[in-house]
């Protein structure tokens, strides 16, 4: 087992706190957690379980030597990752991916130690842990706690068996875990053994399944934090920086090498740029930087998770491969021309100057690194056409009477001109064909049509104009026909839902919500499943930017009722999930539907034009296609049913058509 190094066992232990009652006389303690950016606490969420003020709107006190000269702190409940409420006491039996918290202390002015975080997504260094907390004394009052384990095996993604070299006391559940090795907190305590030596802990990388917006905020704050402490001051970069040269001396000094300076400034730049806008981009520039090909790697959310992914088991880091992804991170982000000014300047003129230190040929490596297309030449969101803007593939459905599950259909295909013809094609006859085949019947009559009217870094979009109860038809996950290697259509294309049964009808409030939304300025969401006992009214009075968002299918049950509700109202965009969203165990929405709601009203303030939204969510699916992480957006069917635009005549004009 590592010995103890007495300046960092001083360090983590003003970090190390514990969590109790706002109640006054009430002083027994909760459990243990640990501060991890201004203002941040990280514990396990069973310790706040069925704690009386410890629900979404109540406070509790955090308390700890180095927080606040030793007095109580007003804290929060932020986030947990439970799929249930912690209203209801639950013990440390919750799934380990579950078991962990977030509490937010309400005073920003309060200064306080943070602990450093690894970035490391599954590297350990060593076996050896040293284990921090705090358990309560006779009268339940707290106690600081420390101890010494050894790590025997992990167990799936996130739980780490600790061995028998202390009996882990009470109320250690949500301390840190630190690896002696790199001198960094890998894990949280969760449980004990009880009456037996050890226990198990939670592997930080569990942090990347908050919000993404959430978990950059805190790890942002980290860094930045640590990004401030200079050297000379006693401070964890310090102390892994006389640990290395103590491991390395005649080599550390060596500028190709990449110490844990270059890696606080590093962190401390990246928190501060845009960030990335997909796990996939992350897992692109690490494998650019590392000049490997293609290979499943670990979730990654921020910048940060990216540099992580780059260490390698030695202490020893190649500076050349950090500085590649930098370098490609500073690139991409001055692709997309969203990114504050100067923190992008000192990103780019830190990377430059840390390239000169190193060997020439490494230098030449750092500068020619470029962006691969897919990514440089993203571009701007391309616009939904407008009338006689560009091509567009209409599909339409129409249900036989004594068949709900067939269908006839038409294909239309309108080359986009301003009096260009439309070309069609039908099958009218017979029984039809059944809706779980149709993509295969379409897909080569699809690839026809869309060669006939796909411009170069345009596709055309793919429009399904259907009854309500087909709403739910997942188009998007059909072959595109016309891509080499095939792809699927909502990967490819935007694809859009329209209302069939506007064809037949003049709605005034239609045409009038349309043109408000189009001059909003800015789009959010709303959700409009049981939103109140009236969603009639609910639907119809939305302000003119507010899209309606349902976390349910729109093709039958309370799904179907509110989006005929929408259409009545004159909505002529809308967002559903396809299937019931995550966690649906009843009709009744839970944390999983209001996480959606709070993720697309976080996605549609980026958007600036309404007719951006259809190839957003095609950019999301590719990304995510491509990637190893999955987004929320993946199942979600978009309504886009432009007035101006208005459905053909059901009957083709005679001699206006041609087959494709």
């Known amino acids: 087992m590592s010995e103890r190094n007495p300046r960092l066992d001083a360090l983590i232990r003003k970090a190390t706190v514990f969590l109790h009652s706002a109640r006054p006389g009430d002083d027994a303690m909760w459990g243990s957690g640990f501060l991890v950016a201004p203002g941040w606490v990280l514990t396990c969420a069973h310790v706040l379980s069925g704690r ?87 009268v339940g009052r707290a106690v600081p706690w420390r101890g010494t384990a050894r790590e ?31 001198n960094a907190v890998v894990a949280l305590i969760k449980c004990r053994r009880a009456g037996r030596d050890g226990g198990s802990a939670i592997a930080l990388s569990v942090l990347r399944r908050f919000d993404p917006s959430l978990y950059g905020r805190v790890m942002a704050g980290h860094d930045q934090w640590h990004g401030t402490r200079e050297s000379g001051h006693n401070n964890w970069i310090d102390i892994q920086t006389d640990q290395a040269i103590h491991a390395n001396a005649a080599r550390y000094a060596d500028a190709d090498n990449w110490n844990p300076a270059d890696r606080r400034q590093a962190l401390a730049l990246l928190a501060r740029v845009e960030p990335a806008n997909a796990p996939s981009t992350i897992g692109m520039l690490v494998r650019l930087a590392r000049g490997e090909s293609p290979t499943r790697q670990p979730l990654s959310v921020v910048w940060r998770d990216g540099h992580g992914q780059l260490c390698e088991e030695n202490e020893l880091q190649d500076a050349l491969v950090f500085l590649r992804y930098l370098r490609l991170v500073q690139l991409f982000v001055e692709a997309r021309g969203r990114s504050e000014k100067s923190a992008l300047e000192q990103l780019t003129q830190w ?52 068949d709900s599950s067939r269908v006839y259909w038409t294909l239309r295909v309108d080359d986009g001109s301003e009096n260009g013809e439309v070309s069609w094609d039908d099958e009218r006859v017979g029984p039809g064909v ?84 189009m001059a909003a300025g800015q789009l959010t969401s709303r959700g409009t499943v049981f939103d109140s006992p009236s969603p009639k009214g609910d639907v119809a009075d939305l302000p003119p930017g507010t899209i309606p968002l349902q976390c349910r299918p729109a093709g039958a049950g309370a799904g179907l009722t509110t989006m005929r509700l929408a259409l009545d109202a004159g909505h002529g965009v809308a967002l559903w999930h396809l299937q019931h969203y995550v966690g649906h165990a009843s009709e009744d929405c839970g944390r999983h539907c209001e996480k959606l709601y709070e993720d697309t009203a976080r996605f549609l303030r980026d958007i600036e034009n309404p007719d951006e939204l259809p190839d957003h969510i095609r950019r999301i699916r590719q990304r995510s296609n491509t990637g190893t992480g999955r987004h929320w957006a993946d199942s979600v069917a978009l309504l886009y049913d432009d007035p101006d635009r208005p459905l053909p005549p059901e009957e083709p004009e005679e001699g206006g058509y041609d087959s494709p």
């Not at 909502?490 to 049964?501: E, M």
């Not at 005034?508 to 919500?513: G, H, I, P, V, Y």
Request: glycine letters at 12%; charged letters at 30%; a negative charge.
């Open 152 to 182: 025997n095996t992990g167990d799936g993604e996130y739980r780490l068996r600790l061995g028998p070299d202390n009996e882990f006391p009470e109320g250690v559940s949500g301390g840190p875990v630190l690896d002696p090795a790199t």
């Open 52 to 138: 009386g003020g410890a629900g979404d709107a109540e406070e509790f006190r955090v308390s700890g030597p180095g927080l606040n000269g030793g007095r109580p702190v007003a804290a929060r409940l932020e986030a947990h990752l439970y799929d249930g409420s912690l209203d209801e006491p639950a013990d440390e039996s919750l799934p380990v991916e579950q078991d962990v918290a977030l509490v937010r202390l309400l005073d920003p002015s309060v200064q306080h130690e943070c602990v450093w975080l690894s970035d490391r997504p599954e590297h350990w260094m060593s076996d050896d842990r040293l284990v921090y907390g705090y358990r309560p004394d006779a």
């Open 434 to 517: 059944e809706l779980r085949g149709l993509g295969a019947v379409l897909e080569e009559r699809l690839g026809r049509a869309f060669r006939a009217v796909d411009r170069p870094e345009r596709p055309a979009p793919l429009e399904v104009a259907t009854e309500l109860r087909h709403f739910d038809l997942p188009v998007y996950g059909w072959r595109d026909g016309d891509q080499t290697p095939p792809r699927s259509l909502g990967d490819a294309r935007p694809v859009v839902l329209r209302d069939a049964g506007r064809r037949r009808v003049s709605d005034e409030s239609w045409e009038t919500r349309w043109r408000a939304m």
């Open 351 to 402: 990377t430059r100057a840390r390239s000169g230190r190193i060997r020439p040929v490494g230098i030449a490596s750092v500068r020619e690194v470029a962006l691969p297309d897919e990514l440089l030449h993203g571009g701007p969101v391309v616009r939904y056409p407008r009338p006689g803007e560009g091509g567009v593939v209409l599909l339409e459905l129409e249900p036989l009477a004594e």
